[in-house]
């Protein structure tokens, strides 16, 4: 079967660093993404990987390893607004979206 | 430019009611999907359409029926509501379905049946 699995809950302070691993098992791969949700909102773009490597965007950086089924995002300079459930996803041999269960990242001050 | 809309935001059913949740894109859009968020689990794919007129079953397709009339809205009804089906439903659609193609999320409707 399928299955993308990241940690339930993580807890970082402000202006620190965080990585959120995702890894994953799906049948074909085209590619993993990751996105954000506010609570109570609909999830929102931040990232698109497949080929190896980092790819950064501001505070915002993600990796991907394919051999390894891995990938992981990195948030620098954490601000409150950071705090939100993170939502990794990986676009399989038939172009469906399977979506890991998200981390939620609390942010203290 | 609104982007994707669903309507309504909430509602509480009864067991064995029937009801109906719009979705609608302004971004001209091919591509639409209906998914189900529930705590602790991925979202889940219930319908999908690849253009106006077509609809295929997803992951989870038992209990909903979809319908795409129109280009910019995919619809999805509930012919007789049952408590499992509590969840929050997110629409979203995107230009095609490969590759960086992202999809847009609606903001969701959230479902509970009593």
């Known amino acids: 079967g399928q299955n993308i699995d990241q940690p339930t809950e993580m807890t970082a302070t402000e202006g620190a660093i965080v990585q959120i691993n995702c890894t994953y098992q799906?049948?074909?791969?085209?590619?993993l993404f990751w996105y954000q949700q506010h609570a109570g909102e609909a999830p929102t773009f931040l990232s698109y990987n497949v080929l190896d490597g980092l790819e950064e965007k501001g505070r915002f950086s993600s990796f991907l390893s394919r051999s390894k089924g891995y990938s992981y995002l990195l948030l620098k300079e954490l601000q409150m607004k950071d705090s939100a459930s993170y939502l990794c996803?990986?676009?399989?041999?038939?172009?469906?979206?399977?979506w890991g269960a998200g981390t939620k990242l609390i942010i203290k001050p | 430019n609104a982007g994707v809309t669903q309507t309504p935001k909430f509602r509480v059913l009864k067991t064995g009611q029937s009801m109906t949740l719009l979705c609608a894109q302004d971004?001209?859009?091919?591509?639409m999907y209906w998914y189900r968020q529930d705590p602790g689990m991925g979202l889940r794919l219930i319908h999908y359409s690849v253009g106006e007129g077509t609809t295929a079953k997803g992951e989870v397709p038992d209990g909903y029926n979809v319908s795409r009339l129109k280009k910019q809205n995919f619809l999805l009804g509930l012919e007789s509501a049952a408590p499992s089906q509590t969840s929050v439903y997110f629409c979203?659609?995107?230009?095609?379905?490969?590759?960086?193609?992202?999809?847009?999320f609606g903001p969701g409707t959230r479902l509970l049946v009593l």
């Open positions: 799906t049948s074909g791969f085209n590619g």
């Open positions: 971004m001209n859009h091919e591509y």
């Open positions: 996803a990986v676009l399989d041999s038939n172009y469906q979206l399977i």
């Open positions: 979203a659609s995107s230009l095609s379905s490969g590759g960086a193609e992202t999809q847009y």
